[in-house]
């Protein structure tokens, strides 16, 4: 599976638009982009998953470069309870590409 | 509810011991996987199953066994827990396809 790049940390007011960027610039035609979150002591929770096209859904958007080198997941109004841990993850298909390789992902903060 | 459980949610066992963790899913995914997660390593792969009877190896196997008899269930077992196996594990499923994994809530376990 390609690697994944994500910065450690970021911030974000409530209320607020949130972008997390994520880079996978050796991704191969025919891997998928999945986002999940973990907030803090509870299993992570999937969010959003795209392959070529931008997708939305009742939690979040996920925009995807033309190159698909890279993406970006945007929570339109952040709350705190969205603060949690993001990660992007590039998953293949098929066999035992179905399990997901974890890094370690993007802290976001939700301030008040 | 359909869904995914884990059980028990917090274990605390002595070295030597023989401990098993449940998992048990709702939907008949044909899917399933462990994953532990401890600081610093984020979660890493233990085993997975593609469906029942048939199991493999993820990246961190040694010192754990698993059994799938039956779709809905995948139990891990520890046949002699040791100290280093103290961790957060998740376990997940996902059916055919490129449908996102979904989580339960984890098992804290601590060996004394």
């Known amino acids: 599976d390609a690697k994944t790049t994500q910065p450690p940390s970021m911030d974000c007011a409530e209320g607020r638009a949130a972008n997390l960027p994520c880079n996978h610039s050796?991704?191969?035609?025919?891997?998928?982009v999945y986002w999940y979150r973990q907030i803090h002591s509870q299993g992570p929770q999937y969010i959003i998953h795209?392959?070529?096209n931008n997708e939305t859904n009742e939690m979040a958007s996920l925009i995807i470069t033309e190159d698909r080198k890279s993406s970006t997941l945007i929570l339109p109004h952040a709350t705190l309870r969205d603060t949690a841990v993001y990660y992007c993850?590039?998953?293949?298909?098929?066999?035992?590409?179905?399990?997901?390789?974890f890094g370690k992902g993007t802290l976001l903060t939700v301030n008040p | 509810d359909a869904g995914i459980t884990q059980s028990p949610r917090y274990k605390i066992t002595e070295t030597g011991r023989q401990v098993t963790l449940m998992c048990h899913q709702t939907?008949?995914?044909?899917?399933m996987f462990w994953y532990r997660q401890d600081l610093g390593h984020g979660l890493r792969l233990i085993y997975y199953?593609?469906?029942?009877?048939?199991?493999d190896k993820g990246e961190v196997p040694d010192g754990y066994v698993v059994s799938r008899s039956k779709t809905e269930n995948f139990p891990l077992t520890l046949e002699s827990a040791t100290r280093s196996q103290t961790s957060v594990y998740f376990c997940?499923?996902?059916?055919?396809?490129?449908?996102?994994?979904?989580f339960g809530d984890g098992t804290r376990l601590s060996i004394l």
């Open positions: 993850i590039v998953r293949g298909r098929g066999g035992s590409n179905y399990k997901l390789t």
């Open positions: 050796t991704i191969s035609g025919n891997e998928y």
């Open positions: 795209g392959l070529k």
């Open positions: 939907w008949s995914h044909s899917y």
């Open positions: 199953s593609a469906a029942a009877d048939i199991t």
């Open positions: 997940a499923s996902n059916p055919l396809g490129d449908q996102p994994q979904h």
